[in-house]
């Protein structure tokens, strides 16, 4: 962990004016025992708290919280990037550097709030390249030194003070598939979202019924789509039911989650799956968004550092 004590309450302030609020960790970057990140997401630090913490063995940034100047917050854990990044994300608030140089991690706003995780993944050795965190979740943040990675982080770039007075543009989805899509030139290989990989909650969890789940995998076997199952993961990989190709497996399935097809079929849930096969499926009711009650009693940011990009 780097002492600077005037350079961390700098960036601390300038933190929590962005609306990217900080907990202390210990172990290089751990969740302190008992930390219940959904509950502080949801009624996050003020920023007296902030300052008053010990940083001196970590520091994180909550995923998921409301942001004052509209939207919630995602955070970016790229594993698997380009070494230079020519353009930031719609919504972009900050990034820094990772403990290796294909390592990043991106703070932005988007108008829904991300419940969970996104993984992006390499099609075909299924590689993680970088997940897109929300509610649940957080990532460690300079001036954290993780063991045995003494590089550590290091602070990149800021948003610009006029991007702070537009709302957010993208979805949740909408950001991953476009990350999906710039680390699938920038690497020259194929990365897809693996959908549907959050936790289940009653709130907000939906998991197919075995009885759909046996209905769907009878009727996949009645159009010859035979299955295989190349790992532990639950996910399933074989010919699509919805193109003529007995070349290559293009299609991908969890019998209780959702499906994708990597030509030109689409993806879903396993109950969208079940209606494009003829399935008759259960009516699901979906929670709304918590909206803002009241307006926010944070000042307008001043941001001095411009994007570099």
Same mark, same amino acid.
């Given at each position: 962990?780097?002492?600077?004590?005037?350079?961390?309450?700098?960036?601390? *302030?300038?933190?929590?004016?962005? +609306?990217?609020?900080?907990?202390?960790? $210990?172990?290089?970057?751990?969740?302190? &025992?008992?930390?219940?990140?959904?509950?502080?997401?949801?009624? @996050?630090?003020?920023?007296?708290?902030?300052?008053?913490?010990?940083?001196?063995?970590?520091?994180?940034?909550?995923?998921?919280?409301?942001?004052? #100047? +509209?939207?919630?917050?995602?955070?970016? %854990?790229?594993? =698997?990037? &380009?070494?230079? $990044? @020519? /353009?930031?994300?719609?919504?972009?608030?900050?990034?820094?550097?990772?403990?290796?140089?294909?390592?990043? =991690?991106?703070?932005?706003?988007?108008? %829904?709030?991300?419940?969970?995780? !996104?993984?992006?993944?390499?099609?075909?050795?299924?590689?993680?390249?970088?997940?897109?965190?929300?509610?649940?979740?957080?990532?460690?943040?300079?001036?954290?030194?993780? @063991?045995?990675?003494?590089?550590?982080?290091?602070?990149?770039?800021?948003?610009?003070?006029?991007?702070?007075?537009?709302?957010?543009?993208?979805?949740?989805?909408? !950001?991953?598939?476009?990350?999906?899509?710039? !680390?699938?030139?920038?690497?020259?290989? /194929?990365?897809?979202?693996?959908?549907?990989?959050?936790?289940?909650?009653?709130?907000?969890?939906?998991?197919?019924?075995?009885? !759909?789940?046996?209905?769907?995998?009878?009727?996949?076997?009645?159009?010859?789509?035979?299955? *295989? *199952?190349?790992?532990?993961?639950?996910?399933?990989?074989?010919?699509?039911?919805?193109?003529?190709?007995?070349?290559? @497996?293009?299609?991908?399935?969890?019998?209780?989650? +959702?499906?994708?097809?990597?030509?030109?079929?689409?993806?879903?849930?396993?109950?969208?799956?079940?209606?494009?096969?003829?399935?008759?499926? &259960?009516?699901?009711?979906?929670?709304?968004?918590? *909206?803002?009650? #009241? &307006?926010?009693?944070?000042?307008?940011?001043?941001?001095?550092?411009?994007?570099?990009?």
């Amino acid at each position: 962990m780097r002492n600077d004590a005037l350079d961390l309450r700098t960036h601390l *302030r300038r933190l929590h004016r962005l +609306g990217l609020y900080t907990i202390p960790g $210990w172990g290089g970057g751990k969740l302190l &025992p008992g930390t219940d990140p959904r509950a502080l997401s949801l009624n @996050p630090p003020s920023l007296r708290e902030v300052l008053e913490a010990d940083y001196s063995d970590g520091l994180i940034i909550l995923a998921g919280t409301e942001n004052p #100047h +509209g939207g919630y917050l995602v955070a970016i %854990d790229v594993d =698997h990037g &380009p070494e230079i $990044w @020519p /353009s930031m994300p719609k919504g972009f608030l900050y990034d820094e550097l990772g403990t290796q140089n294909t390592k990043r =991690h991106i703070f932005v706003r988007t108008t %829904d709030r991300l419940e969970g995780v !996104l993984n992006l993944v390499a099609y075909g050795t299924g590689e993680l390249v970088a997940e897109i965190k929300g509610l649940n979740l957080s990532l460690r943040s300079w001036p954290t030194m993780p @063991p045995d990675k003494p590089r550590g982080y290091q602070p990149a770039s800021w948003t610009v003070e006029w991007n702070l007075l537009a709302g957010p543009e993208l979805t949740a989805r909408q !950001l991953a598939d476009g990350m999906a899509d710039f !680390l699938s030139r920038s690497l020259g290989e /194929s990365i897809w979202v693996k959908d549907l990989d959050r936790p289940k909650t009653p709130a907000t969890g939906i998991v197919a019924s075995g009885d !759909l789940a046996a209905a769907v995998e009878h009727e996949l076997d009645r159009r010859n789509v035979r299955l *295989r *199952r190349p790992g532990g993961t639950g996910w399933q990989l074989g010919f699509c039911p919805f193109h003529d190709n007995t070349k290559t @497996p293009a299609f991908s399935v969890n019998l209780t989650q +959702g499906w994708i097809c990597f030509s030109t079929c689409g993806r879903g849930s396993i109950f969208n799956l079940a209606r494009r096969l003829g399935i008759s499926t &259960p009516e699901v009711s979906r929670p709304r968004l918590r *909206r803002r009650a #009241h &307006p926010s009693e944070h000042e307008p940011v001043a941001v001095s550092w411009r994007v570099r990009f």
